[in-house]
């Protein structure tokens, strides 16, 4: 029973990577969105707004996921999320342009909906077969989501920009595409039965500012603790930083002098550096344990805000690249500490709801992202938004260093 559970579960945490890989589309909305505001000429700030309500019903949405699933099984809930965000994109290329609302009803609440509910069951449900195993699963699983940006944001710019094909042709197509993934995922993804044998973590010497006893928190006992909300807004901070530079990279690439090739190039490669820190952070989770994952993670949070600042001070392209990977590398860091704490914080038992709870940190980040987008447009440049972003990171590093146990 042993060789087979080991065996299964690594083909299910691919079909978790490739379904999260089409999930994933939801980050290339600085891509997505030019021909919205080309085609009805929607303010910067709208579509901000619909960025930030994305978010926000992505979260709302994982919350659903993990209730639904305990309910429902994780085949009907997939199915449920499949034909919402599969919905929301096919409706999104039928907006007629008489209102912006519209948008946020069909990309932001049924797409971003959608897609939460997928976001947290997929991970949930494969995370169960590698209790060894925490922060690699995690890694690799949000390896995936982030590089969809880069491999589907590229298709998709490639098929708005095809003058026989077009924007409305684009959304159709990546709605059924990413609907049809999520339904082929949800016939084949499955929890470990009761009596699976898998392998277990390997017991190590505890480091002393980690030495607590593991045992499985209810969602009630997890957020009556200091430790969690020090960790939660901790992690805000340090995601607003990404969610901020995904919201206007291209535009800032721009800003700085690059130009319009090449400013679409960087945003596929932030999603290439958000892709490898979220592997990254998982191996070193495992490895380093979560304090010093967390505190590198704050350093290159930092680093990312401080370089970026930089090349719009000196309109430098090449320290705009830098910055930009560096952003994509740290953020890359926060949806795989935000799975692999809560896991080995506040075990596997109560993972799906707990990991929905803590999930709600990207709802505060993007409202982190609103705001800088309104300094961006009441400014007129990007020295006031990246300002704010260098300091929230260094606030999260005050945080980080007060978590400590359960």
């Known amino acids: 029973m042993k060789q087979a559970s080991t065996s299964i579960r690594w083909l299910y945490l691919v079909v978790g990577v490739i379904a999260l890989l089409f999930a994933g589309i939801l980050y290339a909305w600085s891509i997505l969105k030019a021909p919205l505001a080309a085609a009805f000429g929607w303010s910067a700030a709208n579509l901000a707004l619909n960025f930030t309500l994305t978010m926000c019903f992505f979260c709302l949405g ?22 919402l965000a599969c919905a929301g994109f096919l409706l999104t290329a039928r907006l007629s342009g008489q209102s912006v609302a519209m948008l946020y009803v069909s990309y932001g609440i049924l797409s971003g909906a959608g897609i939460g509910i997928a976001y947290n069951v997929i991970i949930s449900t494969t995370s169960a077969w590698f209790p060894d195993k925490k922060g690699t699963c995690s890694g690799a699983l949000m390896m995936g989501f982030g590089a ?10 490639a098929l708005i920009d095809h003058p026989s094909v077009g924007w409305r042709a684009a959304f159709s197509f990546l709605g059924g595409a990413l609907g049809l993934v999520l339904l082929i995922a949800a016939f084949l993804l499955r929890l470990p039965a009761p009596d699976t044998a898998l392998p277990q973590p390997q017991v190590k010497a505890a480091r002393k500012d980690e030495a607590f006893e593991a045992r499985d928190y209810t969602p009630g006992e997890m957020i009556r603790r200091f430790p969690f909300w020090r960790a ?28 319009a090739a090449l400013a679409t190039t960087l945003v596929g490669v932030l999603s290439v550096c958000n892709g490898l820190g979220r592997i990254l952070t998982g191996a070193l989770f495992d490895l380093l344990g979560r304090r010093r994952t967390m505190l590198l ?6 680093l990312a805000a401080a370089v970026t600042l930089l090349s719009v001070l000196a309109a430098s ?23 692999a704490f809560t896991s080995a914080f506040y075990g596997t038992k109560h993972f799906p709801v707990n990991f929905s709870i803590m999930n709600f940190n990207l709802m505060g980040a993007s409202f982190m992202a609103t705001a800088a987008s309104v300094l961006l447009g009441s400014t007129g440049g990007y020295v006031a938004p990246f300002l704010l972003l260098l300091v929230l990171a260094l606030a999260a590093l005050v945080l980080n260093l007060s978590v400590r146990r359960p």
């Open 148 to 157: 969809s940006a880069l491999v589907l944001g590229n298709l998709a710019g």
């Open 297 to 302: 993670a704050n350093v290159t949070a930092i």
């Open 232 to 259: 939660f807004l901790c992690i805000v901070f340090l995601a607003a930083v990404g969610n901020t530079v995904i919201s206007f990279a291209k535009d800032l690439s721009l800003s700085v002098g690059a130009n």
């Open 62 to 83: 994982g919350m659903a996921g993990g209730l639904l699933a305990k309910r429902l099984g994780t085949r009907l809930t997939l199915i449920l999320a499949a034909l």
């Open 317 to 339: 392209v090449p320290l705009c690249v830098i910055g930009l990977c560096v952003t994509g590398l740290s953020y890359g860091a926060c949806p795989t500490i935000s799975s």
